[in-house]
């Protein structure tokens, strides 16, 4: 059995449909699917999900909502209308987007992952009465019935271990496809809680585990996951298998295909992964396998890089013989709920790396204020100019001379590294450079590696 999951641009109109019920109907073990919320139709196109949050939005402010509202039922009305849907199917549809704002949530954060949850939730329940009507043996399977429970914040949920067994109590006939709605389940007290975005991934691969499936087949917009960036390097090589690892090394630097979290149950359920095109299904895709027994066909398996980021510098002598100095830190860290990514240290010096989207420049200060305070350092500098390159492939492991390799390549392209830092998986090497050299480094490290690509 196959877990099948579309992304919002395969599933953004009447056509997007057609195309993905297809690839549907194409393999009978394509049993369960799960579907994301109507992504854009064209360029300068909103997405479903942008306008829930417009809709959540307005009713937070007590602002009107009702051209929203239509907005959004338009988006599903269009749809149906492709397929010839009864009346009474976009009825409910309808009522239930009506409805949004009278039922009860614990607080704001509460009321806005329902409302975008309904994205998802309501074109899975299309698409299962679209796939009525083209006569297929099609049932909408709601998280909360289906048992998907999670725990963390309403808007950045994970799940609970006990969704598994719930999962695997599902019945269904041999004939039968399950359509589930992406990206949120229910938290023991009944309310909606979303993933963090794009988390339609991360349902997919927690029902892949749950069903014990054979592959989880991710349907998006590209033919496979690519070496690097397409818009900063022209025709990259795709990759055609690549390991959890190298996925997850990859996704933390910028790789956007796939979310990094849905590789999680994925692992957990030593189960395959195919990103494919719902454009282009006969290509073969990206296969993202286990660890376990592969065999790297080169040295560097993809590069990625991101422009978010903000380090903090210190410098202290004598850091190395102070017991506690980096806990210090960390508890301060801790203390305002800022998360850090990196901490490559020296003797003398640390520098922390922060996704710089989740720290304010109030907070930078009163962060910058209390380290200086309760450490002491000799120096402490705040780099707002930051960004991280990520080269990653399972064919570095005790390769000689890769970072070599990639300082030389540098140099030679007059970039500057301000930090290098190699994973302890090595397979991995990161790189900090400034913002401006970021996609000139990741093109002259691609070119070291790939010169005929």
Same mark, same amino acid.
């Given at each position: 059995m196959k877990v099948v999951k579309f992304g919002g641009s395969s599933l953004a109109n009447g056509d997007a449909f057609e195309q993905a019920i297809q690839i549907i109907n194409a393999e009978p073990d394509r049993q369960v699917v799960v579907t994301s919320a109507p992504g854009k139709r064209f360029q300068d196109d909103i997405k479903v999900t942008d306008l829930l949050i417009n809709y959540a939005n307005a009713v937070i402010k007590k602002a009107d909502y009702s051209a929203v509202q239509n907005e959004i039922f338009s988006r599903y009305e269009e749809i149906g209308a492709h397929f010839g849907v009864a009346k009474a199917a976009l009825s409910t549809i309808h009522q239930i987007i009506v409805e949004l704002p009278s039922r009860d949530y614990p607080n704001d954060d509460y009321l806005m992952?329902?409302?975008?949850?309904?994205?998802?939730?309501?074109?899975?329940?299309?698409?299962?009465?679209?796939?009525?009507?083209?006569?297929?043996?099609?049932?909408?399977?709601?998280?909360?019935?289906?048992?998907?429970?999670?725990?963390?914040?309403?808007?950045?949920?994970?799940?609970?271990?006990?969704?598994?067994?719930?999962?695997?109590?599902?019945?269904?006939?041999?004939?039968?496809?399950?359509?589930?709605?992406?990206?949120?389940?229910?938290?023991?007290?009944?309310?909606?809680?979303?993933?963090?975005?794009?988390?339609?991934?991360?349902?997919?691969?927690?029902?892949?585990?749950?069903?014990?499936?054979?592959? %989880?087949?991710?349907?998006? #917009?590209?033919?496979?996951?690519?070496?690097?960036?397409?818009?900063?390097?022209?025709?990259?090589?795709?990759?055609?298998?690549?390991? %959890?690892?190298?996925?997850?090394?990859?996704? %933390?630097?910028?790789?956007?295909?796939?979310?990094?979290?849905?590789?999680?149950?994925?692992?957990?359920?030593?189960?395959?992964?195919?990103?494919?095109n719902t454009h282009a299904p006969e290509k073969p895709g990206t296969l993202i396998?286990?660890?376990?027994?592969?065999?790297?066909?080169?040295?560097?398996?993809?590069?990625?890089?991101?422009?978010?980021?903000?380090?903090? %510098?210190?410098?202290?002598?004598?850091?190395?013989?102070?017991?506690?100095?980096?806990?210090?830190?960390?508890?301060?860290?801790?203390?305002?709920?800022?998360?850090?990514?990196?901490?490559?240290?020296?003797?003398? #010096?640390?520098?922390?790396?922060?996704?710089?989207?989740?720290?304010?420049?109030?907070?930078?200060?009163?962060?910058?204020?209390?380290?200086?305070?309760?450490?002491?350092?000799?120096?402490?500098?705040?780099?707002?100019?930051y960004a991280v390159i990520m080269v990653v492939g399972e064919g570095m492991f005790n390769k000689v001379g890769v970072a070599a390799g990639i300082f030389d390549e540098l140099a030679a392209h007059n970039i500057r590294i301000s930090m290098i830092n190699q994973g302890a998986s090595r397979i991995s090497i990161m790189i900090g450079t400034y913002k401006k050299d970021a996609d000139d480094a990741i093109r002259a490290i691609y070119q070291h590696f790939f010169p005929n690509k």
């Open positions: 992952a329902a409302f975008k949850a309904h994205g998802e939730r309501l074109n899975a329940r299309l698409m299962a009465a679209v796939l009525q009507k083209l006569g297929v043996n099609a049932r909408f399977v709601d998280p909360k019935d289906a048992g998907i429970i999670v725990d963390g914040e309403p808007n950045n949920a994970i799940v609970d271990p006990q969704t598994y067994v719930n999962l695997s109590h599902i019945k269904y006939s041999n004939d039968e496809k399950l359509i589930f709605p992406g990206f949120f389940g229910f938290t023991i007290d009944g309310n909606i809680a979303t993933f963090s975005r794009g988390g339609s991934d991360i349902t997919g691969a927690i029902l892949a585990r749950g069903f014990d499936a054979d592959l %989880y087949e991710n349907f998006t #917009d590209v033919d496979a996951i690519f070496s690097a960036n397409p818009a900063i390097v022209k025709d990259p090589q795709p990759i055609r298998r690549m390991t %959890y690892r190298e996925m997850r090394e990859l996704s %933390y630097a910028g790789f956007s295909v796939f979310h990094d979290e849905a590789l999680i149950p994925a692992i957990q359920g030593n189960i395959v992964v195919n990103v494919k396998v286990p660890n376990q027994g592969f065999k790297p066909e080169q040295i560097v398996t993809g590069i990625a890089g991101g422009k978010h980021y903000a380090a903090l %510098y210190l410098h202290k002598y004598l850091l190395n013989r102070e017991a506690g100095f980096t806990l210090k830190i960390l508890e301060i860290l801790n203390k305002y709920g800022v998360p850090y990514e990196h901490m490559p240290s020296g003797i003398d #010096d640390i520098t922390i790396i922060f996704d710089r989207k989740l720290i304010s420049d109030d907070m930078v200060q009163t962060i910058c204020d209390e380290v200086k305070a309760t450490v002491n350092p000799d120096s402490l500098e705040w780099i707002d100019d």
